[in-house]
């Protein structure tokens, strides 16, 4: 079951222009977290939010979590080349209390030109 | 650099083979996760180990088994493989403490191909 779904799924945009990547479910969860993965890496964790309507700020980019903690946005502000990389949604299974492993979205993969 | 080292890095192989991945994880980390990712399904959870014993299993085949030794280090052990086994494989570690979020560290990732 796939429940986390991003879009788009592919992006190609020239240098200095902005986007927003989008995460959403039809489920209601306790955080999300979004993750880089540039080629020939594993996912690089960026940020983990938490509370409904809640944003955070990494430099350049934009997280915020949807009031009703189902969906979430990524914006890039003036992208660079070196933004350039697989941006992955995920949600962490919780059982026990210990938060084990991570479901993620299938991603949107993003090409900045120069 | 996640602290998370694997190897190999690639490893190439033919159908009904059996391969062994191995993962280290950061200093101090209790938790293990392997993770497949491939283009048409994404970045899949298999299992987790914590401290040597099995926590949790995700989509992980029969023909795939797994471990972590007392040494914390972990081993993915595919057999019988098939064409469609062909993906990148993740390690990924974690302090494994409750109660709170536990980053997981990847590492860089074991490209498989089947032929």
């Known amino acids: 079951t796939q429940l986390l779904e991003q879009s788009p799924q592919f992006l190609s945009i020239q240098e200095g222009e902005n986007l927003t990547v989008y995460c959403n479910s039809s489920?209601?969860?306790?955080?999300l977290q979004w993750y880089r993965q540039e080629p020939g890496e594993g996912p690089v964790l960026l940020v983990t939010v938490v509370t409904g309507g809640e944003v955070k700020k990494l430099k350049r980019l934009t997280f915020q979590f949807g009031d009703a903690r189902k969906d979430s946005s990524l914006h890039i502000t003036a992208a660079q080349p070196g933004d350039t990389g697989l941006y992955l949604c995920a949600r962490a299974w919780n059982y026990g209390g210990s938060q084990g492993n991570l479901i993620f979205g299938k991603g949107t993969k993003l090409s900045v030109k120069p | 650099d996640s602290g998370v080292t694997q190897t190999p890095k690639h490893l190439i192989t033919a159908t009904g083979q059996r391969v062994t991945l191995r993962c280290s994880p950061r200093s101090g980390d209790l938790s293990v996760y392997w993770y497949q990712q491939s283009l048409d399904q994404g970045l899949q959870f298999l299992i987790q180990?914590?401290?040597?014993?099995?926590?949790a299993k995700g989509n992980i085949l029969e023909r795939f088994s797994a471990q972590q030794f007392p040494d914390l280090h972990s081993e993915l052990n595919l057999s019988s493989l098939e064409l469609g086994d062909s993906a990148l494989y993740f390690c990924?570690?974690?302090?494994?403490?409750?109660?709170?979020?536990?980053?997981?560290?990847f590492g860089p990732g074991t490209r498989l191909t089947v032929l």
């Open positions: 990924a570690s974690s302090a494994g403490r409750t109660g709170t979020t536990d980053t997981q560290y």
């Open positions: 180990y914590y401290n040597g014993e099995e926590r």
């Open positions: 489920s209601v969860f306790s955080s």
